[in-house]
Nanobody, 127 residues
Framework: DVQLQASGGGLVQAGGSLRLSCAAS????????IGWFRQAPGKEREGVSC????????YYVDSVKGRFTISSDNAKNTVSLQMNGLEPEDTAVYYC????????????????????WGKGTQVTVSS
């Protein structure tokens, strides 16, 4: 079975930075959209960002544009999310996910069902 292992969450003050990583095993980084969702207490799950493993095209939800950067290392089967300028509103459990055989786009990340999910990693931003 495909496994997605997320890491890098933690507690940080507002304005600080964290880097999340998602390592995929039993999975080939070809022609897929891979990225991150988050869910805060009492809120719906939100697609944060994705990247196409084929051409590196990306999507970011408006609230993180200019602060978060997603990247992939296909040789290491790893996707990372560099989060700078963190705000208390970024506090959530972050989940890594994959849509197979699709490029990353706002449609894919908002509308399609994910093929695989990783366990979440908690990000807490204090004010």
């Amino acid at each position: 079975d495909v496994q997605l292992q997320a890491s890098g969450g933690g507690l940080v003050q507002a304005g600080g930075s964290l880097r999340l990583s998602c390592a995929a095993s039993r999975f080939t980084f070809d022609d897929h959209a891979i990225g991150w969702f988050r869910q805060a207490p009492g809120k719906e799950r939100e697609g944060v960002s994705c990247i196409s493993t084929t051409d590196g095209s990306t999507y970011y939800v408006d609230s993180v544009k200019g602060r978060f950067t997603i990247s992939s290392d296909n040789a290491k089967n790893t996707v990372s999310l560099q989060m700078n300028g963190l705000e208390p509103e970024d506090t959530a459990v972050y989940y890594c996910a994959v849509v197979e055989d699709h490029f990353c786009s706002v449609y894919v990340w908002k509308s399609r069902a994910m093929d695989y999910w990783g366990k979440g990693t908690q990000v807490t931003v204090s004010s």
